[in-house]
């Protein structure tokens, strides 16, 4: 008989040291594997004015040499309370030899980025390689991404070229692994 939700086989881990164990090349950013919640600021020249967000990342991996990667945001208003989702996107991690990394990251807005960049110890640098644009989608042409481990803290900041705009800050975020509240901080 047909079980139509079979437990998958392989399943992801969040952990180094948890199964299965982690491809050798992730080594630069095992670190980061987890869930991690926190705030963050954000503003464009576009936008009417500067906003507080808060997100959840999260890295796993299935023994292969890549991670998956997710991210989720969402507005706070002046009393830190939730106002409504707001970004949110996943994709993959693709890790080389030498501490190189290959990312393919897709938003639910029409928009694909391929970036590439390095790994080192506690720090991850992404630089567009291709953007892909659905029709209708924000018109954005460079990003810039850069996650920098320290302890337990994990920085994020987002540089963005998009709609007429050159490139510049547009987002960033200080994130602590663990729970996540209503709010986003554990």
């Known amino acids: ?19 299965p164990a982690p491809h050798a090349l992730l080594e630069p950013v095992l ?31 299935d023994g292969r040499p890549f991670l998956r990667y997710e991210a989720r945001a969402w507005l706070l208003d002046a009393d830190d309370a939730p106002l409504r989702p707001s970004a949110r996107e996943s994709g993959w991690w693709r890790l080389q030899p030498d501490g190189r990394v290959e990312a393919l990251i897709t938003q639910p807005t029409g928009i694909a980025e391929i970036l590439v960049g390095r790994a080192t110890a506690g720090t991850v640098d992404l630089s567009s390689h291709e953007v892909a ?21 994990l ?19 200080r994130l602590r692994r663990g729970g996540c509240t209503s709010s986003g901080v554990s």
Request: charged share 20%; no cysteine; net charge negative.
């Open 1 to 19: 008989m047909f079980d139509p939700a079979p437990e998958y086989p392989y399943p992801d881990s969040h952990r180094p040291d948890e199964a």
């Open 31 to 61: 670190g980061l594997l987890g869930s991690w919640h926190g705030r963050g600021q954000g503003g464009y020249p576009t936008l009417t004015g500067d906003f507080a967000y808060a997100q959840e990342v999260t890295f796993s991996h």
């Open 133 to 153: 644009l659905a029709p209708t989608a924000k018109k954005v042409g460079a990003t810039r991404r850069r996650y920098t481990l320290t302890d337990d803290t």
């Open 155 to 173: 920085t994020f900041s987002h540089d963005l070229e998009a709609v007429g705009q050159p490139m510049q800050h547009h987002l960033s975020a």
